[in-house]
């Protein structure tokens, strides 16, 4: 029986993946003078803590240690910007996660920092229904490591098979699944409804053979 839902950040609950990207180049542009394309970013970025960004790139010898802390600084008031003026709520999202909160307990589980998650979620009118979240700063090892999720559920009581990890990421993916729970798999923000959530919550609970054409 599932008891509760966590959900990822960007990408599932709020339309921020662009907004990280933009951010982190142009931190990087005035910084460093260089940008990481579309394809790049996607392919092996996408997901990360900036921190684990800048760890990598420093690792490549494109950005000088020396310089992280400053693009750091930049991404995040860059971030800050972008979320004040275009991160507002969206009824149908709100209603998705109030209709949730009814029947399960949910979270918020991502890899952005607290101070940014905590006015992204409060931005968008998601705050109130969720009993609480965890940031980057609340584990030791961020996503693809599974460490989160299992935290979560911990704070919650709750086993992996009781829980329903969101996420379009796979890097979020891949900790959902290390952590042992079911998996709903989004293509992006626009790929989730309350209908999405509710069609996989009824196939969990189906006969095995029903279970795996719901799911397909």
């Known amino acids: 029986m599932i008891k509760s839902i966590l959900f990822d950040l960007d990408g599932v609950l709020v339309d921020a993946t662009g907004w990280h990207y933009k951010s982190f180049n142009l931190a990087l542009r005035d ?3 260089f940008e990481l394309t579309p394809l790049e970013h996607e392919a092996t970025f996408n997901g990360l803590p900036t921190k684990e960004k800048l760890r990598m790139l420093i690792q490549q010898g494109r950005v000088p240690l020396e310089k992280a802390r400053q693009i750091f600084e930049a991404k995040q008031r860059q971030t800050n910007q972008v979320i004040e003026t275009d991160c507002v709520p969206q009824p149908a999202k ?6 949730l ?6 979270a918020c589980v991502t890899n952005s920092i607290r101070q940014t998650a905590e006015l992204m979620l409060r931005k968008a009118g998601y705050l109130p229904h969720l009993e609480f979240f965890l940031s980057n700063e609340d584990v030791t090892r961020p996503k693809p490591h599974p460490d989160g999720f299992i935290i979560a559920m911990h ?4 086993r992996p098979e009781e829980t ?5 990421a796979p890097k979020g993916i891949a900790a959902a699944k290390a952590a042992g729970c079911h998996v709903l798999e989004i293509l992006g923000y626009h790929d989730l409804d309350v209908h999405r959530v509710t069609r996989f919550l009824e196939a969990l609970e189906a ?10």
């Open 31 to 33: 910084t460093c003078g």
């Open 94 to 99: 709100v209603a998705m996660i109030r209709q």
């Open 101 to 106: 909160a009814a029947s399960y307990r949910l």
């Open 155 to 158: 704070k919650m009581g709750v």
């Open 164 to 168: 329903i990890v969101v996420e379009d």
């Open 207 to 216: 006969p095995d053979g029903a279970r795996k054409e719901a799911v397909a």
